[in-house]
């Protein structure tokens, strides 16, 4: 299971908080640190650590796993999939994976076996749903619409 992580830096009396993915961006990480060097000036913590309500000073994306939650409700109501649930069993194009949230683009956050990152997921794309008894809530493959 990938683990969430934010990291933050403490300057004088402010805290500034960063999700890991927005380290990456050279407008907030010039110097192209690596992840191991972040950690040098950085404190590292687990989302599900971090308390609700703390935004990340680049994207301003709340920085918990509620932030990840939270953006499913919206791809739910927005791509009229009430059913959808964090953490549900989700099959693309033959791949079984994990619904972890949703993005800005209304798009699902699937973690595939053997990856270390979320991959960006379109909900209607050759994907199937399944329930915790393994039972297809629904099929948007080709040959098989729902």
């Known amino acids: 299971m990938i683990e969430f992580y934010a990291y933050y830096i403490t300057v004088g009396a402010k805290a500034f908080h960063y999700h890991a993915a927005c380290l990456e961006d050279p407008e907030v990480n010039p110097a192209n640190r690596t992840?191991?060097?972040l950690?040098?000036?950085?404190?590292?913590i687990r989302l599900d650590e971090m308390a609700d309500g703390l935004m990340c000073n680049h994207c301003n994306g709340e920085v918990s796993t509620r932030g990840l939650k939270q953006s499913l409700e919206v791809t739910k109501e927005h791509r009229n999939m009430p059913?959808?649930?964090y953490g549900m069993i989700i099959e693309m194009d033959g791949e079984r994976g994990i619904v972890r949230g949703g993005n800005s683009s209304a798009n699902l956050d699937v973690e595939f076996?053997?990856?270390?990152w979320l991959s960006n997921v379109?909900?209607?794309w050759e994907t199937v749903y399944y329930d915790?008894?393994?039972n297809i809530i629904a099929d948007y493959r080709e040959k098989g619409k729902a």
């Not at 950690?39 to 590292?44: L, V």
């Not at 076996?113 to 270390?116: E, F, I, N, S």
Request: without cysteine.
């Open 35 to 37: 992840p191991e060097d």
């Open 122 to 124: 379109h909900p209607y």
């Open 132 to 134: 915790k008894d393994s």
């Open 39 to 44: 950690e040098e000036h950085y404190t590292k």
């Open 83 to 85: 059913w959808l649930e």
């Open 113 to 116: 076996p053997g990856q270390d």
